[in-house]
């Protein structure tokens, strides 16, 4: 085994424990939380099969927990349809503190940074979050062992993209800043080294 082959396996993190992120918010404000939205019931759909999944296929199948990224009202209605389909009350989690997906990735990284042996952790959102997904990936869990499941949206494009606009996140000041330094940077490279 050469020097690059025990860096590469030093960098990898081993997975302990599966944690499933059902994005169950209601960005758009035109249904009360007495029924639940059949988008939101596709994703619940969506999370039964990827914890039925884990059940069946994974050694660390008992280690498997849910977090329900919802309103108090919508994640109670969604906590009761896992509860019937009978996934045990402790398994699951409702956290309301997420507002977007990017927190939610927040929230992710904050459960899972302090652990020696990260969850595997999936992300049941709608398919049409696949692109925001993949960047917040690449910039926030890089290393990390995850997988999105993206489940069926099936209102008007008109809701969706208006809901996708919602979610798009938007850059901090931190991000200008440091693509100003770098375009500087860019530019006195530029001027010391010109050619003529």
């Not at 169950?24 to 994703?43: G, S, V, Y």
């Amino acid at each position: 085994m050469d020097l690059i082959s025990l860096v590469d396996m030093s960098e990898e993190k081993f997975t302990q424990g599966n944690l499933i992120m059902l994005y169950a918010n209601q960005r758009t404000k035109n249904l009360e939380a007495r029924d639940l939205p059949m988008h939101i019931h596709e994703r619940v759909k969506t999370c039964l099969n990827t914890f039925n999944l884990i059940k069946t296929s994974k050694p660390d199948k008992s280690e498997t927990s849910i977090v329900i990224i919802s309103t108090l009202d919508l994640g109670k209605l969604v906590r009761d349809i896992l509860i019937q389909e009978g996934i045990g009350e402790y398994t699951i989690r409702i956290d309301s503190s997420p507002k977007n997906i990017s927190e939610m990735f927040d929230l992710a990284i904050r459960t899972i940074k302090p652990m020696v042996n990260p969850p595997h952790i999936y992300f049941i959102c709608p398919f049409w979050l696949r692109d925001i997904y993949d960047s917040m990936v690449e910039a926030k869990l890089k290393g990390y062992r995850v997988q999105f499941d993206g489940a069926p949206d099936r209102r008007s494009i008109q809701v969706v993209e208006q809901e996708k606009m919602l979610e798009t996140p938007r850059k901090n000041p931190k991000q200008y800043k440091d693509r100003a330094k770098s375009k500087a940077v860019d530019m006195l490279l530029n001027y010391m080294f010109h050619e003529k």
